[in-house]
Every structure is written in C-alpha cells, then in structure tokens.
C-alpha cells in the first residue's frame, strides 16, 4: 500500500489534507469543551461566589491606586534592552562567516545601544528618587 502524502519531493495541496484534518479537529474539540462545561457545568450563583477573589487575600481598599510612573519606565527600559541583546545571538552563531562587514554592523548596532543608554542615563529615567 503507498501513501502519497508520505512521499518526499512531491509538493501538493493533498500533502497538507492530515494537517488541516488535526487543527480542524482541534479547533472543533476546544469549542466542544468549552461549550458543554458551560451548559452542563453547575450554576450557583451566591454573594461569596460573586465576590472579587485574588490569590487567598481578601479585599482591602481600592485597587485603583496611583502607582508611580518609574516603576513602568523602569520596566519597558528592562525589555526595550533585554530585546536588543538577543540580536547579538545570531551576530555569535556567525560572526566567521560575516567577516568584517558583519563586525562594523555589530559596532554600529553597539553604538545605538550605548548612545540610546547615555540618553535615559542623562534623563534621569533611571534615578529612582525623585
């Protein structure tokens, strides 16, 4: 018996049939679950059930506080610079073959990073203090 789809080199739509099959199902079973939980899951509907529940810890005040913009800065600066470091993995997995043209783009790219530091340093976006 010879499977088709299981031959290599031969490029058709009819390769891809038991793919789509799977995310079809997939997608069919996740609403199925979702569906019958929802009409066949219990309904009790109290005041405890009803209230605002958060890790084991009962409310207390207002969650709608102020919270100082630093802490949000701070953050964004922490993944503005945590993603421009992974661009230095695949300068690392092949800096032989980029050779010196490579090493000048990586220099430059440096030369951002440093210069876009120095101008939050100089901001002062950085001095937790104030």
Known sequence: MQFFFLQAGVN???NYLPIALQIIFAIGLVFTIIIGS???GPKRKTADKLQNFESGIEIKGNARQP???KYFLVAILFVLFD???I???????NFRSLGWDGFAAVIVFVG???AGFIYIFKKGALKWEE
């Open 67 to 69: 919270m100082a913009i």
């Open 87 to 93: 661009f230095f993995y695949p300068y690392a997995v």
């Open 83 to 85: 993603v421009e470091v």
């Open 12 to 14: 058709s739509a009819e």
């Open 112 to 114: 951002l990073f440093l």
């Open 38 to 40: 929802d009409l066949l």
